[in-house]
């Protein structure tokens, strides 16, 4: 019975991806033929002129929960993003669409894929008790060599000071920092009459670990002398992992699971009372699985509909749904997972072992049971409803609501309200609010809660059951006239905002946004 | 969620209007706070939406590909 389910989700699977990726190439060869019509008669241009759209942000977050280090640790994190989007009419039917993004982030949490930095264990000694954190020298810059904290009895000269190696303090290492660029293009026509427009488009995103390319194509009807539009549109993403692991499981097996060799070589492993154990016994720290990611690609395929409606001269709504199914490898092969049922090993400093789930602890780190692993397929399905109400000439209501559900078990609602008021005849003030919740996936569990039994795990807080609060206020400027100047290009508007997110699981964060609009002349 | 799902439809459904609004007409909704999609000023707080929660979509957006993994 369950085999024959099994073959069945499988099926539709495949006949959904199926469909998804005909709608694409259909969307495309309509593209195609649409414009290659010709119409001689007078018609408003749909982008009269190039629009140059500027947009900077940097945020900022900090918890206590970060993935990499099994769900405690860490989440600090810092991202500034640029992103450049060109819109340049080709004609008056046709406009060309270029969007890029570059992305540059430092993270605690990342950082930690090896938190034992450049020195082996990531401990280092001085024999004068100096305290930094960053130094692997001593105090007349002699490097000193990597050892373990429980070691520090043996080293009757040195006092070991400071340690670096613990989910609460961020690594030196690689995966510190990354830059994620992002480009895509899209091409969109529409017919003589405004009542039909297609579009196409095609994306690349890269970072370290990660290559994604997308193409997509969308068709937009409007009806009803324009008062009704029913779009429809589907995206496929190949992506692919070039995936990075925990430094301990990693080096394990290119160690040949000797705890002996290469990375482990006079490195004392301790155990849970904090001494050190004999890596020739049986009782010895080893990851679960020595299979790591066995399928580096992972593809969404969506498909999203979209209805609007005008309702009357001040209100108008519309609804949303997509449809979103993702296969491959969905994990994230640098989360660490812990077990209850299974032994804990430490490398650091062995009085702090106690303390270890405390900011407190700055030098000894648990060694991992596993990456996380979760299921290769997952089906997405959100429905959101937007509706929004001119009031007067001072004041506009934005609503937002969105209910999601997956086959992880995650199913969440989102409400958002945004008020713009406007102060005089350029400036516009945004004060907003987002509530957020959702339940947990099946697969998640905290830090040491997991057991060594389940096919499938993570302690990924950004999949825990948690609710958020995000307040918003902004203020933007607007020139229909764009009498400013910079070159050829005429200022419009200047937006400012900022975001402040807060998680009941401790997670804040804020976000700091400025865009700047062009017109070419 | 079909529940949830149909009264969504219901209340759109229920909220459309039988008598078409004419061009000239539509001064108001063509305001730009009026738009009905998410502002692209607001493209980095989606995206770090995207990011820290489980659920994404339905807003007019893009719908996968990517990691998310920071």
């Known amino acids: ?521 | 969620m079909i529940k949830k799902i149909g009264l969504l439809l219901l209340i759109g459904s229920l909220t459309t209007s039988c008598v078409a609004v004419k061009e000239y007409e539509k001064v108001y909704l063509n305001d730009p706070d009026m738009l009905l999609s998410a502002k692209k000023s607001n493209k980095f707080v989606t995206s770090f939406q995207v990011y820290r929660e489980a659920a994404s979509g339905a807003n007019g957006g893009k719908s996968g590909g990517g990691c998310g993994c920071n």
């Open chain 1, 1 to 521: 019975m369950a085999e024959n389910q099994v073959v069945v989700v499988v099926v539709i699977n495949r006949r959904l991806k199926m469909k998804i990726i005909i709608i694409v190439v259909v969307l495309f060869i309509s593209l195609v033929g649409f414009s290659q019509t010709t119409n001689k008669e007078y018609k408003k241009r749909v982008l009269e002129t190039a629009e140059v759209d500027i947009l900077s942000s940097f945020y900022s977050q900090d918890g206590d929960n970060a993935s990499v280090t099994g769900g405690i640790g860490t989440e600090k994190l810092t991202d500034l993003a640029t992103n450049f989007t060109v819109s340049i009419p080709l004609n008056d039917d046709d406009v060309f669409t270029v969007d890029a993004t570059i992305s540059a982030y430092t993270s605690a949490s990342s950082s930690n894929l090896n938190p034992f930095d450049a020195n082996g264990s990531g401990l280092v000694y001085y024999e004068n008790g100096e305290n930094d954190h960053d130094k692997s020298s001593n105090k007349n810059g002699n490097p000193i060599a990597a050892t373990s904290g429980a070691s520090s009895a043996v080293l009757s000269n040195n006092t070991l000071v400071s340690g670096g190696a613990s989910p609460w303090y961020e690594s030196t290492g690689a995966s510190k920092s990354d830059v994620w660029v992002n480009g895509t293009f899209n091409y969109s026509h529409s017919s003589d009459n405004r009542n039909t427009i297609l579009n196409a488009d095609a994306s690349f995103a890269k970072e370290f670990d990660y290559t994604s390319i997308g193409i997509g194509g969308g068709l937009t009807k409007l009806f009803n002398e324009k008062n009704t539009e029913i779009g429809l549109k589907a995206n496929v993403y190949l992506d692919t992992w070039n995936p990075r692991y925990p430094t301990e499981i990693h080096s394990y097996l290119t160690a040949n699971q000797n705890l002996n060799n290469g990375f482990f070589s006079g490195v004392d492993i301790l155990n849970q009372s904090g001494n050190i154990i004999d890596k020739n016994g049986t009782n010895v720290w080893s990851p679960i699985n020595t299979t790591l990611v066995d399928n580096n690609a992972r593809n969404t395929y969506s498909l999203s509909v979209s209805f609007s409606q005008i309702l009357s001269k001040k209100t108008q709504v519309s609804l949303f749904f997509d449809l979103v199914q993702q296969d491959g490898w969905l994990a994230n092969p640098m989360q660490r997972v812990y077990f209850a049922d299974r032994d804990n090993y430490y490398i650091g400093n062995a009085s702090n072992i106690p303390n270890y789930t405390s900011p407190t602890n700055t030098n000894v780190f648990q060694l991992a049971d596993d990456i996380e692993r979760l299921p290769n397929s997952r089906l997405k399905l959100p429905i959101g409803i937007r509706f929004n109400q001119y009031i007067n000439e001072a004041v506009t209501l934005r609503t937002y609501f969105r209910y999601y559900y997956d086959d992880w078990g995650v199913k969440s609602s989102t409400a958002e309200i945004e008020l713009p008021i406007k102060i005089s005849d350029k400036f516009t003030f945004y004060p907003s609010y987002r509530y957020y919740t959702q339940t947990a996936a099946d697969y998640f569990a905290p830090f040491e809660q997991h057991l060594s039994t389940e096919e499938f795990y993570t302690s990924d807080y950004d999949l825990s059951k948690f609710n958020s609060n995000q307040v918003g206020v902004g203020l933007s400027y607007t020139d229909i006239f764009a009498k400013s100047h910079i070159w050829k290009l005429g200022l419009k508007s200047i937006d400012l905002k900022y975001n402040s997110y807060k998680r009941n699981t401790g997670l804040k964060a804020g976000i700091i946004s400025a865009g700047l609009k062009f017109v070419m002349d």
